[in-house]
């Protein structure tokens, strides 16, 4: 299963874009990046996810490196709500294959400024 | 979007008795379910995968027999914590994943806060 690193926390003043980095070195062919995130105390919210095209939907956009090694979550206008953890996500598959599961690392920690 | 919720949202029990958290999808069928649970300023750690009408697949270490899973319908999975005990306490999370939709997204609950006593 391909792991990922993530910075441990990041700063971004409110109204301007953050940009959180990933790296995926491991990752297989066959293999989608998946961003989530997690404010304090609830459960992770699905943001966006890609396989080596470049994503945007009403959230945010995934850049992925043309050798999939990393990619890159852009909130383009980051506000207070914006605060959490955001978890970048390599999804694996099972010996069923029919399954997959999701293996959360430690996440950034997103700290959205006034 | 898919709407995941679970109930109860927070309980507090004396330690031995068992507990039951309750996780439905609301507007989609699940085939598969996932229960995760996070101590305190941890990440998320997998507990168990549950698929209807089947025994749930526990992760190493977790306790099957401490940890009852039942997926008896497509929109309802339940996790039975039995015999709790302090270190038991801890936020549970449940999610469901869409198989129809055929993006594989895994939709998450809001989670429930158990404290044991």
């Known amino acids: 299963d391909a792991k990922t690193t993530q910075p441990t926390s990041m700063d971004c003043a409110e109204g301007r874009a953050a940009n959180l980095p990933c790296n995926h070195s491991t990752i297989s062919g066959n293999e989608y990046v998946y961003w989530y995130r997690q404010i304090h105390s609830q459960g992770p919210q699905y943001i966006i996810h890609g396989l080596k095209n470049n994503e945007t939907n009403e959230m945010a956009s995934l850049i992925i490196t043309e050798d999939r090694k990393s990619s890159t979550l852009i909130l383009p206008h980051a506000t207070l709500r914006d605060t959490a953890v955001y978890y970048c996500i390599v999804r694996v598959l099972n010996s069923g294959g029919s399954n997959y599961k999701l293996t959360f690392g430690k996440g950034t920690l997103l700290t959205v400024n006034p | ?117």
């Not at chain 2, 085939?31 to 749930?56: I, V």
């Not at chain 2, 936020?91 to 055929?102: Q, T, V």
Request: glycine share 6%; with cysteine; hydrophobic share 35%.
């Open chain 2, 1 to 117: 979007g898919a709407v995941v919720s679970q109930h109860p949202s927070w309980v507090i029990c004396k330690s031995g008795t068992s507990v039951k958290i309750e996780c439905r999808s609301l507007d989609f069928q699940a085939t598969t379910m996932f229960w995760y649970r996070q101590f305190p300023k941890q990440s998320l750690m997998l507990m168990a995968t549950s698929n209807e009408g089947s025994k749930a697949t526990y992760e190493q270490g977790v306790e099957k027999d401490k940890f009852l899973i039942n997926h008896a319908s497509l929109t309802l999975s339940t996790l039975t914590v039995t015999s709790a005990h302090p270190e038991d306490s801890s936020f549970y999370i449940c999610s469901a994943r869409w198989w129809e939709r055929g993006t594989n997204e895994q939709f998450f609950g809001p989670g429930t806060r158990l404290t044991v006593l």
